[in-house]
């Protein structure tokens, strides 16, 4: 494929990004980083009626934190902006008008109230209202009216719209997803394409800004098939070459049935957006994947896998290993099920991949915020690095590592009667001056020592290494308890263990 490859995602700024958006913006990306293209990011800001001021902030934010910035766009200006549609819609009357020239749209003046009454005998026979080449001559258009009267309501600022006028045919389409498709274009409605308030319809502004912005593929989710016909005849109308269309399959519910919601993420513990939205009119507020603790190459390897499928029994992918592997043909048309589940893993698997120092930084962050001394950073990557492959989030270190920052405040009652006996407060205090006489503090040194005191007693091991562990730990939990008296020290062991004896004994 040549260089000529140009893909644009082109959300609209209402509102938080889905991860259904984020995983059409991947797919681009992917697609254009492939073939050596071009990434637009194109904000259709048409309705401004929905309009939310923060949201392409958080758009551009999202792309930025999973690594997948777009090369022309609003703030990275290229040969074809602007890139907001709001800035551009001083070009699409032109187009509409050239429409109605070439006889493929239509002024069409009929009020509110007429097109209401319309509907309404139609639901009077349980007939369904659309406006299209059986009744468009039923209306005040200027199908109907003769020219003259056509140039005084436009002339006097009458409200209208341009109606596009399909031609009647079999329409042949090619989806590089789900392949042929055929649709008879009797069916379709005379669809709005421009208002008199200057503003065009999404349809219209699609088509004419990825003409415009020459976009070679369309990359955008199944929502829009319906719409495939409809622009697919707008670029005929035209004379214009049509990219080639790619409709993404739906995120789908856990459940399988029906598509990925906010209200399922609230329902089953999960987020639905990348970064945290807090609603400007509401004060409501959202948590996303990083609030959540995901890493941005999660959030990719995540995403990739829904919809996409690499023909491999490989499932963890770095972003440059996604661009070489990444193709449309490897699509699934069906839908794909959100497992939150698995999104964890995919987590879990490039969490522990982080070097401790990494893992140990952000662990030291969290420590800090929770007022708890840590000591040095060091000290923290060597106790993050002992844990992390039980982690799957870095909230989830000091629940696994705690106890090597502060003496458990408490025990486990389970633990407790299962290891603390009758004579355990002798056996620690053997146990102590074992330590003591100890020259080599290391882990191995410990060991050597203990298990070698613990043989020549002739005692068994749980005898002394349960209780061992529940002094320093709190619990039977954690990593080798060598490892655990060696970090902490010989100072902090001992204190632990005569605390143990005060509390339990």
């Known amino acids: 494929m040549s260089t000529d490859v140009r893909v644009r995602f082109a959300p609209s700024p209402t509102g938080p990004l889905h ?11 992917l697609f254009a980083k492939k073939h050596n293209g071009t990434f637009i990011l194109r904000i259709e800001d048409t309705d401004q009626n929905r309009y939310v001021e923060s949201a392409e902030e958080y758009i ?25 549609q709001s800035e551009r819609k001083n070009m699409y009357r032109a187009y509409a008008e050239e429409l109605v020239e070439k006889d493929a749209a239509y002024y069409a003046f009929d009020t509110a109230e007429e097109l209401a009454q319309a509907r309404a005998s139609c639901e009077a026979t349980t007939e369904t209202f659309i406006y299209n080449h059986n009744n468009r001559l039923n209306f005040t258009n200027s199908l109907t009216l003769n020219p003259e009267e056509v140039k005084k309501r436009l002339d006097r600022g009458d409200e209208f719209a341009v109606r596009f006028k399909p031609e009647l045919k079999i329409l042949n389409m090619y989806d590089e997803i789900r392949k042929g498709i055929e649709i008879d274009t009797a069916l379709l409605d005379d669809k709005v394409l421009f208002k008199s308030d200057g503003m065009p319809t999404y349809h219209l502004a699609n088509v004419v800004d990825d003409h415009t912005m020459k976009i070679s593929h369309v990359i955008r989710g199944e929502e829009w098939l319906p719409s495939m016909a409809l622009h697919v005849l707008l670029y005929e109308s035209f004379g214009w070459d049509r990219p080639k269309f790619a409709h993404l399959p739906l ?10 919601s906010k209200r399922d993420g609230d329902k089953m513990g999960f987020s639905v957006f990348p970064l945290e939205w807090k609603d400007p009119q509401t004060g409501e507020v959202s948590t996303g994947f990083r609030e959540d603790g995901f890493l941005p190459e999660a959030m990719v390897n995540i995403l990739a896998f829904l919809g996409w499928n690499p023909g491999s029994d490989q499932e963890i992918f770095s972003l440059e290993e996604l661009v070489q592997a990444f193709s449309l043909a490897k699509v699934n048309s069906s839908g794909a099920k959100y497992d939150p589940e698995k999104a964890k893993w995919f987590q879990q698997q490039w969490y522990v991949h982080q070097d401790d120092a ?39 270190l000091f629940e696994l590592a705690g106890f090597f920052f502060t003496a458990p405040p408490n025990y486990d009652e389970k633990a407790v009667k299962k290891s603390w006996k009758e004579d355990t407060n002798q056996i620690m ?25 613990i043989t020549s007693q002739e005692m068994g091991f749980g005898k002394v290494m349960m ?7 709190g619990s039977l939990m954690g990593p080798d308890v060598f490892e655990i008296a060696a970090i902490i020290g010989k100072k902090e062991t001992i204190s632990r263990i005569n605390t143990a004896k005060e509390k339990l004994g």
Do not use: H
């Not at 551009?60 to 907001?84: Q, T, V």
């Not at 209780?467 to 730990?473: F, H, I, K, T």
């Open 19 to 29: 991860i259904g958006g984020v995983r059409t913006a991947l797919f681009n990306y």
């Open 60 to 84: 551009i934010e999202a792309l930025n934190w999973c690594n997948i910035p777009y090369d022309e766009g609003p703030g990275k200006e290229g040969n074809c902006g602007p890139y907001r």
């Open 251 to 260: 995120i789908l519910k856990p459940t399988g049935k029906g598509k990925l």
């Open 358 to 396: 990494v893992v140990g930084a952000a662990f030291a962050k969290a420590l800090q915020e929770k007022n708890i001394p840590y000591g040095s950073k060091d000290y923290v990557s060597i106790v993050a690095g002992m844990v992390k492959e039980r982690a799957v989030f870095t909230k989830d």
């Open 429 to 453: 205090s053997d146990v102590i001056q074992v330590i003591k006489g100890t020259e080599d503090d290391t882990a191995a040194g410990l060991s050597t020592a203990i298990k070698g005191w």
């Open 467 to 473: 209780p061992l562990r529940l002094a320093l730990v």
